[in-house]
């Protein structure tokens, strides 16, 4: 079945500091993929997206590009702030659905 | 607001007991989902509505969890004879589009955290 895997937190980083959180994917066809994030007290909310192979999901700084050849989708910042502090989801849905498969979630703290 | 909202925020329940936990959509928004998230892991897919047709129930864990969505809008997720496995936080999620025309933005609702004692 379709699987995510991110890497595990906590990343915790100094403000100003350069993020990457790795992203992996098993799925058959052409999965969308996602980046969630969940501030402290708040509900998911989507923060980027790409549909097809190459394509560069980017908001607020975030960037990640959708990767076929390695199956990865991999978010980066390149200044993070204290506001980034959050949990990241990542996620795919196969094209013919808006069922969301997700990782399991990296936990980032970015300290002053 | 405008957002889906959910409640109660936090239940605690004697394992044995039902809960029901409840789901505001944003209106107009015709797909609905329910997620259960476990402690320090990705939200997993329990049940989607379209309308008020539950077309895919199949991540409930077991038949102790029935959801319904009677009129389209608001759903209940009830837990019967709950047990310390099912706590959890449970994420309702709502979409404008159905199956088969979204790219999968979903918005979420903060969720609802049972603790079964």
């Not at chain 1, 097809?52 to 390695?70: C, V």
């Not at chain 2, 405008?2 to 789901?23: E, M, N, T």
């Amino acid at each position: 079945g379709d699987s995510v895997t991110q890497m595990e937190g906590p990343v915790t980083l100094s403000e100003e500091a350069f993020l990457t959180i790795n992203c992996t994917y098993t799925a058959t066809g052409y999965p969308s993929l996602f980046w969630y994030v969940q501030y402290p007290g708040e509900g998911l909310q989507l923060l980027l997206k790409a549909t097809k192979a190459d394509d560069k999901g980017s908001n607020k700084g975030f960037e990640a590009t959708y990767r076929k050849e390695t199956t990865s989708f991999h978010l980066e910042k390149g200044s993070v702030q204290v506001s980034d502090s959050a949990v990241y989801f990542c996620a795919l849905n196969k094209a013919a659905g808006n069922k969301l498969t997700f990782g399991g979630g990296t936990r980032v703290l970015v300290k002053p | 607001g405008a957002g889906v909202s959910q409640s109660p925020r936090y239940k605690v329940a004697k394992r044995g007991q039902d809960v029901a936990l409840r789901c505001d959509p944003i209106s107009g928004h015709v797909s609905l989902f329910w997620y259960q998230q476990a402690l320090g892991q990705g939200p997993e897919f329990l049940t989607y509505f379209q309308n008020e047709a539950q077309l895919d129930k199949s991540g409930l864990p077991s038949d102790r969890f029935f959801a319904e969505r009677p009129e389209g809008s608001v759903s209940t997720l009830k837990i019967q004879r709950t047990q310390q496995e099912d706590s959890a936080v449970y994420l309702c999620a709502s979409s404008p589009r159905v199956i088969g025309q979204g790219t999968g933005e979903l918005f979420f609702g903060e969720g609802s955290r049972l603790t079964v004692l």
